[in-house]
């Protein structure tokens, strides 16, 4: 699940909280409410997936996102990794929707992160489709060239600094993760969301950096997760990570820290083979490096070492998770607290690079309370 | 021999004389101060009444890119996604305004008056403007009035999102700040919770207390302006290529909006350019007329600097026979005008100071009265501006001093022998009967040509202020002539009175000295009393006009409506409400939209024209041919205009405009003119069911109600009152007098100005005879040896200022008959467009003339009592 985001500082209370949601711990067996105590919808077990349909937007539902992250690679050797977010969050009434959007540039050669964030309520400036996927916030969009191909184009950038002008098109199928179209995430019956991901998106295009345009081609990650729970209360933050394998797999984990600074049961870490199957594996996670925030004071595990079991060998494998640049901090204040989203590469133990990824590290920042 | 004498001989000579008589040279920076001080106070306060208008919506968003507005009336919100979808992409912020005037509701006392004060309600999208990237600002909804005792995380996002209408104001707008506001806007008195302070960034203005803020959705539904925007404000983002984004930019949002058919595009700034383009004729007549005091010192200055040269021949005789040359008499001189401009000139900009924070709103309430709600803050003035004010006293006096040094220069050494000898008769041009009439046959000549014109519409009379100087320069110089007839008509008497017998001899040769006083005087007088010709004439015509257009008994506006610029309402429910009341006869309703026409602000308005009782109420300059713009089957292409319109716009009767409406642009045709002294904007005045249509609003400007016979007005408007709070409701005679009173606060201003003209030119005559008499030591003397008593040489002082002061007071009024004429039908007419019909205050006119005469009197006599007490010989 990549469900993300951060606690949100009082200011907007709601919006970020509520995108803490999905990560309750995994319970069971409880058969789905219709609704929350406060009238918003439940995943139900069992859901058909409809498309483009349930690309678009889930009004009924208090909260959903769409999240692409991504490699890029320019013809003379510049690698960029890129991050573009959607968010929606209805008001506790029902009466509008909130739509924050991020975006972020991590240019690795010359180690400069760009990013921005956007909050606008719902209108005439944010919106979000309940037919297709056609996302606006500002003068950023994410929407289907082609529904059927699945084709999408992302508009966006980081002032004028930075331009998006992106294609992306899945290079393998939708994955639904979760069991029985719901994935659970947390003890509460409410706690559960639709966890929809493009693991594989080709992606080209051109990006503005400066006075200059960029053709780019690469890869990106999308998650989209519609949900409506609560926060635990007892989690303090997450990891999360997601990896491109150049043997055409994907690699999704995460782990959820509670108070006294453990595992939450929720935590997992899931395969996607070449062919789009998924598979749940054991972890261990071990941190090599952290960095300290000159922004925010936060302090990042921002190298770490994962063991786990591949399923493909069924033999354990350890893969060591390095920033392409430390300095990959959101320290926007629009919508939450900061928080550390950055490109990586996976290499072994020897030092061979096995892929790309992008990890998300959340409720470091000093000032957070919940 | 060389320029190193001047500090010495400053020290030695003019320091020893300013030492000697201090009080004389005190007066003479006084005057020159008094001079510069009402300059710099107009100035001041021009400036302030312009630097209070702008946007604000720089407050919260910096300074815009670009913003679009209608060419009339709102712009349909749907445009939003539109312009979104047009930038393709483009990082640019696009922020959408309303902007709305609303004003406390009245309160017991003042609720019958206009000029209450008046806010500005902005609405913004507040959720939005967080984007800005404006990192010092703290978001509004978490925001509480308690917020600033407390911590402010306390606040809860999501109650004060959804708390309803809410306004953040200024952090000067009241302390502690009030829980709630009431505010009439429209016709409805609205109470809203005070949410908090408006947060401002170190670089933003801060915001002015007058200015609230509301979240854009909010005030759209309070002020009736749902899916509706006044403006859309552009900032692209920082980043490369601004200059190139931003022409871009401007190119598309041009081409979007047909060229100004759908909506305008400006820069920022361009409103407040507008409203100094509106207001600049006002504000340049403000300043000549601030001018006056000046223009009386510079004559003073002269003469007291002339009186110096005579009385300090006998030193410059003794300077220049030992030596110095003719060069650096008259650099002494010179320096001397120089150190008494630059003490004026300083002195004048502490007293203008002082001063502007008067002028200030009394300049204010008329561009409130007349253009459009201002908020004067505080006037202050720029370092350019204290340089200006020092250099203007330092180039008055050395304009002044330049004669008298040339004068002092080609003093001969031999004049020292004639100790005592007849003063100088003055400059030569002074005494020219040729060169009086050249200057007022100069003046016919300039009053014959057209105004400069400024971008805006607004017109500048240059030429009928140059003829108006070229007449009070001419009128000087031939006023002096009538000195001498006067004292031969005069003679008769005075051979039985001999201190009136010593007078008269004295005004049969005028001195330079006489004349200049004269001159001065009659400058004063001429200004002062041309002034009230002009103020007497405008007011006749604008009681014969309110007499003529008000027949209703009721009036009724939105008391939300304070300025000429408020779009406050009455809603179309409450309209035919007052229509239908049962006591009600008769209702006239008005719409009024403000329209730009080619970029120049006007009004365009509509009446029932149909209405059989409209047309007796329309004052004609210019009536029309026939009846078919009163007939509805024949008037869809036609309009009246104001006065003031076809002066603006150089339009008149059967020419044809192309108005801008929300329904797209109309072409009408000028069936006839009309006088509107009300709005210098000028009007357009068509059928109300079409302006209506074009602009799909029913709402009215004003309703006019005439009541049942045995109906009584005052008790009608009680019981509307209590109805509708939020209305100003006038009874005829009430809206008469108000519309008076505003006409003569209007003026208010003017006639400080010639208060204080009048009160230097007196000065000048005290300075005048001061200077005489000790020119006339010896004459002194030798009366006192003949037996003369104080009281008598007092006498004879005070019958040669008062013919001084008959003589100036004749000519002035000669000169104010034809200063009034010019300020009527040229600097009036060229300025405003309005056709005024002459009138003669002769009440005022005479109580002037008696005054001058009296206190010329009794200067001179007081001037007169302290002569005859000057010892015989002394430095002076």
Same mark, same amino acid.
Do not use: I
């Given at each position: 699940m990549a469900a993300k985001r951060r606690k949100m500082r009082k200011k907007i209370p709601h919006l970020l909280f509520l995108l803490f949601a999905s990560f309750a711990p995994l319970c069971g067996q409880t058969s789905a409410p219709l609704t929350t105590a406060d009238g918003f919808a439940v995943p139900q077990p069992g859901h058909i997936f409809t498309f483009p349909r349930d690309?678009?937007?889930?009004?009924?539902?208090?909260i959903e996102w769409w999240y692409l992250t991504g490699h890029l690679f320019a013809k003379d050797g510049r690698r960029f990794g890129y991050q573009a977010t959607f968010f929606r969050s209805a008001a506790p009434d029902k009466s509008t929707h909130l739509h924050l959007a991020h975006m972020a540039l991590i240019d690795v050669a010359t180690g400069k992160f760009h990013h921005q964030e956007r909050l606008n309520r719902e209108g005439w400036d944010a919106r979000s489709s309940t037919t297709t996927l056609d996302l606006h916030n500002g003068p950023w969009s994410l929407r289907f060239l082609d529904a059927t191909a699945e084709r999408m184009s992302l508009r966006g950038g980081i002032r004028a600094d930075v331009g998006f002008n992106f294609t992306l098109s899945p290079a393998k199928p939708l994955v639904v993760f979760g069991e029985n179209s719901v994935s659970r995430k947390g003890s509460a019956p409410t706690a559960a969301s639709y966890y929809l991901t493009f693991t594989r998106l080709r992606t080209e295009g051109v990006l503005t950096l400066g006075t200059e345009s960029i053709a780019v081609n690469g890869e990106s990650w999308m998650d989209h997760e519609i949900s409506s729970s609560q926060l635990d209360q007892n989690q303090i933050g997450w990891d999360w990570v997601s990896i491109h394998f150049t043997d055409g797999r994907e690699l999704m984990f995460y782990r959820l820290r509670l108070r006294d600074g453990s595992s939450d049961a929720a935590s997992s870490l899931t395969w996607v083979d070449a062919a789009g199957r998924t598979q749940k594996s054991n972890f261990k996670l071990d941190v090599v490096e952290t960095w300290k925030s000159p922004a925010t004071g936060a302090v990042y595990p921002i190298r770490v070492r994962l063991t786990t079991t591949d399923p493909s060998t069924g033999k354990p494998i350890t893969l060591h998770v390095e920033p392409l640049a430390k300095k990959q901090e959101l320290t926007g204040n629009l919508g939450g607290i900061p928080y550390w989203e950055g490109a990586c590469r996976i290499l072994d133990d020897s030092g061979r690079e096995l892929g790309n990824a992008y990890m998300e590290l959340t409720g470091y920042a000093k000032d957070l309370k919940l | 021999m060389r320029s190193s004498l001047t500090p010495f001989l400053l020290r030695r000579f003019t320091l020893r004389h300013w030492r000697l008589a201090p009080k004389q040279s005190a007066l003479l920076v006084l005057i020159l101060a008094l001079g510069v001080a009402v300059f710099v106070a107009v100035r001041l306060a021009n400036r302030a009444a312009v630097a209070s208008f702008s946007n604000f919506t720089e407050t919260l968003t910096g300074q815009s890119d670009w913003s679009i507005q209608a060419p009339a009336g709102t712009l349909p919100e749907s445009i939003l996604p539109e312009l979104r979808d047009a930038l393709d992409g483009r990082p640019v912020h696009i922020v959408p305004v309303v902007e709305v005037t609303a004003s406390p509701p009245p309160s017991p006392g003042n609720e019958n008056k206009f000029g209450r004060p008046s806010y500005t309600l902005l609405g913004v999208d507040l959720l939005s403007?967080?984007?800005?990237?404006?990192?010092?600002d703290k978001p509004f909804f978490n925001q509480s009035v308690d917020s600033r005792n407390s911590d402010a995380d306390t606040g809860d996002f999501w109650k004060s999102f959804n708390a309803g209408p809410q306004v953040w104001v200024s952090r000067d707008f009241a302390d502690p700040l009030p829980a709630h506001i009431d505010l009439v806007i429209d016709e409805s008195v609205r109470t809203v919770p005070v949410a908090g302070i408006i947060p401002s960034a170190p670089d933003a203005p801060r915001a002015p207390p007058t200015l609230m803020i509301l979240d854009l959705a909010q005030l759209q539904k309070l002020s009736g302006k749902t899916g509706r925007i006044d403006r859309v404000e552009f900032l692209i983002e920082p980043g490369p290529r601004a200059d190139e984004r931003r022409a871009e930019l401007q190119t598309l949002l041009v081409d979007l909006g047909r060229h100004g058919e759908r909506w305008s595009v400006s820069a920022p700034g361009a409103k407040r350019d507008s409203a100094e383009a509106m207001t600049r004729a006002f504000r340049l007549n403000l300043t000549i007329l601030s001018l006056i005091a000046l223009l009386v010192g510079l004559y003073l200055i002269f003469q007291a600097l002339d009186g110096a040269v005579v009385r300090r021949r006998p030193e410059i005789a003794i300077l220049r026979s030992l030596g110095v040359e003719e060069s650096a008499i008259r650099r002494v001189w010179l320096w001397e005008s120089a150190l008494l401009g630059l003490a004026g000139g300083a002195l004048g900009l502490l007293l203008g100071w002082a001063g502007a924070q008067i002028a200030v709103r009394a300049v204010g309430q008329t561009v409130n009265a007349l253009y459009y709600s201002t908020t004067v803050a505080s006037a202050t003035p720029a370092p350019s501006e204290i340089a200006l004010s020092i250099a203007l006293g330092l180039v008055a006096a050395l304009a002044a001093g330049w004669w008298p040094a040339r004068e002092a220069a080609r003093t001969p050494p031999a004049q020292v022998l004639q100790r005592g000898a007849a003063p100088a008769a003055g400059h030569r041009v002074m005494r020219s009967l040729g060169f009086g009439l050249a200057f007022i046959l100069a003046g016919i000549l300039c009053a014959q040509l057209p105004p400069l014109r400024f971008d805006g519409g607004s017109r500048f009379p240059f030429a009928g202020y140059a003829a108006a100087f070229l007449w009070i320069f001419g009128a000087g110089i031939l006023c002096a002539f009538l000195l001498p007839p006067f004292a031969r008509l005069a003679r008769g008497w005075g051979t039985r009175f001999a201190p009136a017998s010593v007078a008269l001899s004295h005004l049969r040769a005028p001195s330079g000295r006489h004349r200049l006083a004269a001159a001065a005087l009659l400058c004063a007088i001429g200004m002062t009393a041309g002034m009230a010709i002009l103020v007497a004439s405008f007011e006749t015509t604008m009681q014969g006009w309110v007499k003529r257009t008000l027949q209703a008994d009721l009036y009724i506006a939105s008391s939300g409506a304070q300025s000429a610029s408020s779009q406050n309402r009455i809603s179309a429910s409450a309209a035919q409400a007052l229509a239908g009341?049962?006591?009600?006869?008769r209702a006239a309703m008005l719409v009024a939209y403000p329209i730009s026409l080619d970029g120049i602000p006007t009004l365009l308005s509509g009446v029932d024209? $149909?209405?059989?009782? $409209?047309?007796?109420d329309l004052p004609w300059v210019k009536a029309p041919r026939d009846n078919s713009v009163f007939d509805p089957a024949l008037n869809a292409g036609l309009a009246l205009v104001s006065e003031s319109f076809t002066e603006r716009f150089r339009l008149t009767q059967g020419d044809t405009l192309t108005v801008p409406t929300p329904a797209g642009p109309k072409s009408l045709t000028i069936a006839g003119v009309f006088a509107d002294y009300g709005n210098e904007r000028g009007s357009i005045l068509a059928d109300l069911p079409k302006i209506r249509a074009w602009f799909a609003d029913d709402a009215v400007t004003n309703v006019s109600l005439y009541v049942k016979p045995g109906v009584d007005a005052d008790t009608l408007r009680a019981e509307l009152i209590k109805t509708y709070p939020g209305l100003s409701i006038f009874t005829n005679a009430r809206l008469r007098s108000e519309v008076l009173r505003i006409f003569r606060q209007t003026f208010s201003i003017t006639y400080a100005l010639e208060v204080i003209g009048v009160a230097v030119a007196m000065t000048g005559l005290a300075l005048t005879l001061i200077s005489v008499l000790l020119d006339r030591r010896d004459e002194l003397t030798t009366l006192r040896a003949l037996g003369f008593r104080r009281r008598e040489i007092a006498l004879a002082a005070s019958i040669e200022g008062l013919a001084v002061s008959a003589c100036a007071t004749v000519g002035g009024l000669a000169l104010s008959g034809a200063l009034g004429w010019l300020l009527i039908h040229v600097i009036n007419k060229q300025s405003f467009g309005w056709t005024l019909t002459y009138a003669m205050p002769w009440g005022q006119l005479a109580a002037l003339a008696v005054i001058v005469m009296t206190t010329g009197w009794a200067v001179s006599y007081a001037v007169g009592l302290w002569g005859a007490d000057l010892p015989a010989d002394r430095e002076e």
């Open positions: 690309h678009g937007s889930h009004p009924e539902f208090k | 403007v967080a984007n800005l990237a404006r990192p010092q009341h049962p006591a009600v006869e024209l $149909t209405d059989p009782a $409209t047309r007796p």
